[in-house]
């Protein structure tokens, strides 16, 4: 599902309009957005927990070359569904 289905589905189950349900899906991942960058996480009960995690330094392979190399340290936003 792409953020369009989505805006449909939404709107579809609240009788708002595609405009109105675009807002408050955008304004949601937005939302989202904004409380990982603070380094919170966000847990809502039946649909997911939302968190960034720290990613240690690893080593890889380059797959066009074979050359081996390091990847740096980084940090990634992790989502797990609740169902």
Not at 2 to 7: A, G, P, Q, R, S
Not at 11 to 25: I, Y
Not at 44 to 60: D, I, K
């Amino acid at each position: 599902m792409n953020k369009n289905e989505l805006i449909e589905a939404v709107a579809a189950k609240t009788n708002f309009s595609k405009a109105q349900a675009g807002r408050t899906v955008t304004a949601l991942a937005e939302t989202i957005i904004e409380v990982l960058q603070k380094g919170d996480s966000i847990s809502l009960p039946g649909f997911g927990t939302f968190e960034v995690r720290e990613r240690s330094e690893r080593s890889g392979r380059n797959p066009k070359t074979g050359e081996q190399l390091k990847i740096a340290a980084s940090q990634g936003a992790q989502a797990y569904a609740s169902l």
